[in-house]
């Protein structure tokens, strides 16, 4: 992604940084949607499943894996998202600079302000022949703030599943910067 790289260092690792839980999480609800993943399960890996129904996971886990699947893959499902429309969420998500972290960290905002309003229109455009398409697509970032959020503080990933989370972030990231 040219526009990411042309972002200072400092710029890049603030917005990897600040939307890595959230782009894990999106990429873990596109991953489970794209290979049909059960309907109470969550696709971590092509044989790390996480059930809500799962005994194995403690119950404040299964919370956080129902209210990803509740608020986040069903809805996936529902809109039929294409490939183009995944890209331009992952480019806002990751252009995000409305925390006050990532805002400060940045040197300059301004510019990435413009990359996520440029990222809006682009997607806006693509999806002006479905009336209200859009807002059912935006409609997605809310709830994975939320489950970025859980993740970070519940699932402690990194101990659950291994050397999984580190190649799905690096993945991920690869994956973004291609699509560019």
Not at 28 to 50: A, E, M, T, Y
Not at 76 to 94: A, G, P
Request: net charge neutral.
């Amino acid at each position: 992604m040219q526009c990411f790289k042309n972002l200072s260092c400092n710029d890049q690792k603030a917005l990897l940084t600040s939307s890595a839980p959230e782009i894990l999480v999106f990429s873990i609800c596109c991953f489970s949607v794209q290979n049909k993943c059960g309907p109470d399960n969550l696709l971590l890996d092509k044989d790390l499943v996480i059930s809500r129904t799962s005994r194995q996971f403690e119950v404040a886990i299964r919370n956080i894996v129902s209210f990803i699947i509740d608020t986040i893959v069903d809805p996936l499902k529902d809109v039929k998202t294409d490939r183009y429309e995944l890209s331009r969420l992952r480019r806002i998500i990751l252009f995000n600079t409305t925390t006050k972290s990532t805002h400060q960290n940045l040197k300059d905002p301004e510019e990435v302000r413009k990359l996520r309003r440029t990222e809006h229109l682009l997607l806006q455009k693509y999806t002006n022949i479905t009336p209200g398409r859009l807002g059912e697509l935006l409609l997605l970032l809310p709830p994975l703030t939320t489950a970025g959020t859980l993740f970070v503080e519940h699932l402690h990933l990194e101990k659950l599943v291994g050397d999984t989370f580190d190649n799905l972030v690096a993945a991920e990231l690869l994956l973004a910067m291609g699509n560019g």
